[in-house]
């Protein structure tokens, strides 16, 4: 072989080995973001799920007269009719006949108890917000013991932690996943009216890691 045809051949196998390369760089990133983004969404089901199953049977307090539902910005605590048969059965409180859901926010996590003590979920958390939805608006606190029944819905909003993105900057961006949940018992109110209440919103501080 000439010098020629040995430079030529050196040439092409580092570009087929730079292309190898970067094609198994290109994979290992696809799989990170797909691994990132499955978490965020376990997290998002796990959260809404809880809590859609919670509001099917709660109570505006337990027979030890304690708050059904007690929730601020970024926590809520549902106590729900353990009889309900879509509630696993290791999360009744046998004591009281009641199941407890407590979902919160701190150290850009989001936690989540079952009746076993809160666990944190994997994806991290830029910031959560919680707000009530009452017959005179939005309020960001909520308790129905004190306020004498259900509000008419309860808006939970997540803004997952992303490469790039801005703390504070959670206001002025689409939550990456909200849900709107309501009681059978809640005050009834006109879909459209809902709707509307949910677009004239004021703007209420989130709940953010400092």
Known sequence: ???????LAISLATMLLGAIGRFAWDIAGARARLADEAARASCAEAVFTALERAMQTAVVED????????????????????????????VTTRSSGY???????????????LGRGLSDLDAP????????LLRDGWKNAFD?????????????????????????QANSVAAD???LFRTLDAPALDPLAVLDAREAAPVIPLSEEE
């Open 144 to 168: 129905s013991r004190v306020d004498g029944g259900f509000p008419v819905a309860i808006e939970a909003s997540i803004w997952f932690a992303r490469e790039g993105a801005i703390e504070g």
């Open 125 to 132: 958390v830029r910031a959560f917000r919680l707000r009530y």
């Open 63 to 90: 027979d030890a007269q304690a708050s059904g539902i007690l929730g601020s910005e970024s926590s809520l605590r549902v106590r729900s009719n353990a009889l309900q048969p879509s509630i696993p059965r290791e």
């Open 177 to 179: 996943r909200t849900r």
């Open 99 to 113: 199941s407890v859901t407590h979902v919160q926010f701190t150290g850009g996590r989001l936690a989540l108890d």
């Open 1 to 7: 072989m000439t010098l020629l045809e040995v430079l």
